[in-house]
Nanobody, 127 residues
């Protein structure tokens, strides 16, 4: 069982920055993918950004609304996943969750699915 603990959330004015961190209890490089999700009140959980492990280079993905403003990074030596968030706006207000994926069998295929989740950290952006 992997424990994920997020930190770095808080309250900030629009245009400000925050850096979220996710500390993992095990070797983060074992994860086939790592990601940040968020959930705003009354809305579904949304995938914000992910790092997908590939044979050659890891691939970073971002949802359109955060492209150019958020940067995801992974420090395998420290078992930490980070999310640098710049130019925050009120739409970024949500609870942010860290997630780690593991390979599993699914209908004869091997897929990478999110298996471990953190408790979340609140980010509040005021206008």
């Amino acid at each position: 069982q992997v424990q994920l603990v997020e930190s770095g959330g808080g309250s900030v004015q629009a245009g400000g920055s925050l850096k979220l961190s996710c500390a993992a209890s095990e070797d983060i490089s074992k994860s086939c993918k790592m990601a940040w999700f968020r959930q705003a009140p009354g809305k579904e959980r949304e995938l914000v950004s992910s790092i997908i492990k590939n044979d050659k280079n890891d691939t970073a993905t971002y949802t359109d609304s955060v492209k150019g403003r958020f940067t995801i990074s992974q420090d395998n030596a420290k078992n930490t996943l980070s999310l640098q968030m710049n130019s925050l706006n009120t739409d970024d207000t949500a609870v942010y969750y860290c997630a780690a994926g593991r390979l599993r069998a699914d209908g004869g295929r091997i897929v990478c699915a999110f298996r471990f989740w953190g408790q979340g950290t609140q980010v509040t952006v005021s206008s």
